[in-house]
């Protein structure tokens, strides 16, 4: 019961975000818990446990699909852009190329928005020195016109760089 209970509750969960396309991104890019096969178990469990009513696996059926069409496109990415590019480009913790770089405060580390966001909602310090770090802070910081100025600049750098390799 009580697993049928949580499992429930997490799938409601994701119905709730599922209107979200920076959700879709998220759970896409999540290496850790995503896989087009295990959403596919989910929904096999989902059905023969009856779970969810019948809109909501419809629903269901619909999340999956366009969270699988967002991990399509970063695979066709990968393969696109292969395992070279400039160093600076990378995400030093996610070892990808940066979507949305921005600078740290304290450390001066340069890592990709969303990696740095989830890393915050763990944990509030920066990873590379253990120094506090709130989300207002780094808004703030790189909101700092020659912060701004930078990343930007390193975001153009980035898009014109993938536009080329396509």
Do not use: C
Request: proline share 5%.
């Amino acid at each position: 019961y009580q697993r049928r209970v949580h499992g429930g509750k997490i799938v409601h969960t994701y119905l709730n975000f599922s209107t979200f396309p920076e959700f879709h991104q998220a759970v896409a890019n999540d290496g850790r818990s995503y896989s087009p096969e295990a959403f596919s178990q989910a929904l096999n469990l989902i059905s023969s446990k009856s779970i969810l009513k019948h809109d909501e696996v419809e629903r269901w059926v619909t999340l999956a699909k366009k969270i699988k069409a967002v991990y399509e496109s970063n695979k066709d990415d990968d393969e696109v852009l292969g395992d070279e590019w400039p160093k600076h480009f990378t995400d030093p913790i996610s070892l990808y190329i940066m979507e949305d770089p921005v600078m740290l405060p304290s450390s001066k580390t340069v890592i990709g928005r969303k990696t740095i966001m989830q890393h915050i909602l763990n944990d509030e310090t920066d990873p590379f020195n253990r120094v506090r770090l709130t989300t207002a802070m780094l808004t703030e910081y790189n909101n700092q016109p020659e912060v701004k100025k930078e990343m930007e600049a390193l975001s153009e750098e980035i898009r014109v760089w993938k536009s080329a390799q396509s």
